[in-house]
């Protein structure tokens, strides 16, 4: 029973090239979340997404960052012309449902984007 | 505006010492918190999940506590180990699907 899988575990990229980072739920699991975690800071919420729809985006930057869910596949987040603060830490997360007090999210191994 | 808080950011102790981790939220309106445990280059790992109505919750050698209305958690590990080195991340969780996490603490245990 695989866990939550990120691709690619690192990922280097110029200034004003696309990011994409890939997230595989857990099997089972129809909720994604996405959290940046920039260099001595703590986790940031970002997104959450249930398949094919985007539930809360409220951390998300409101330029050059998009978050989908398809209905087939991983999850996606793009950052688009990336700058150097983007270098940082994303980790997704995925429950099976949301659930109030009972259910915990179970995280993936992050992708580490360096933007050069 | 939830804003978690932990102290202390960074704590060094000698293999077999019994130690705390503090964490202080400021939004007492939570549906449960959350102590994780993250390795360098690893994603984290789940410890424990406190539901709001529950005061405390255990795990081997770790015990974590928590007091909502004074908007306080701490985490209690027994007889510490070098493999207990990682960063401690506290997490809240209020009325939405999202985790608030505090910047954690930075654990050492020296053999």
């Known amino acids: 029973n695989a866990g939550v899988m990120q691709n690619p575990r690192h990922l280097v990229r110029r200034r004003g090239q696309e990011a994409r980072l890939r997230c595989s739920p857990m099997?089972?699991?129809?909720?994604v979340y996405w959290y940046r975690q920039l260099p001595e800071e703590g986790l940031k919420f970002m997104v959450y997404?249930?398949?094919?729809?985007?539930?809360?985006e409220s951390g998300m930057p409101k330029e050059r960052f998009s978050a989908e869910f398809p209905k087939e596949g991983p999850s996606i987040l793009r950052i688009q012309q990336v700058v150097r603060g983007d270098s940082a830490a994303y980790f997704c997360?995925?429950?099976?449902?949301?659930?109030?007090?009972?259910?915990?999210?179970?995280f993936g191994p992050g992708t580490r984007l360096l933007v050069l | 505006k939830q804003e978690v808080t932990q102290i202390p950011a960074a704590l060094s102790v000698p293999e077999g010492e019994n130690l705390v981790l503090n964490c202080s939220f400021t939004?007492?309106?939570?549906?449960?918190l959350q102590w994780f445990r993250q390795d360098p280059g690893k994603g984290l790992t789940s410890l424990l999940l406190?539901?709001?109505?529950?005061r405390e919750q255990t795990s081997g050698r770790l015990n974590a506590s928590l007091d909502k209305s004074s908007g306080r958690s701490t985490l209690y590990i027994a007889a510490s180990q070098p493999g207990d080195s990682a960063t401690y991340l506290c997490?809240?969780?209020?009325?939405?699907?999202?985790?608030?996490f505090g910047k954690g603490t930075k654990l050492t245990v020296n053999p």
């Open positions: 997360a995925s429950s099976r449902r949301d659930s109030g007090s009972l259910e915990t999210q179970y």
């Open positions: 099997k089972g699991h129809s909720h």
């Open positions: 997404l249930q398949k094919e729809n985007i539930i809360d």
């Open positions: 939004d007492s309106a939570i549906y449960n």
């Open positions: 406190i539901q709001s109505s529950q």
């Open positions: 997490a809240v969780k209020g009325g939405s699907e999202k985790l608030v």
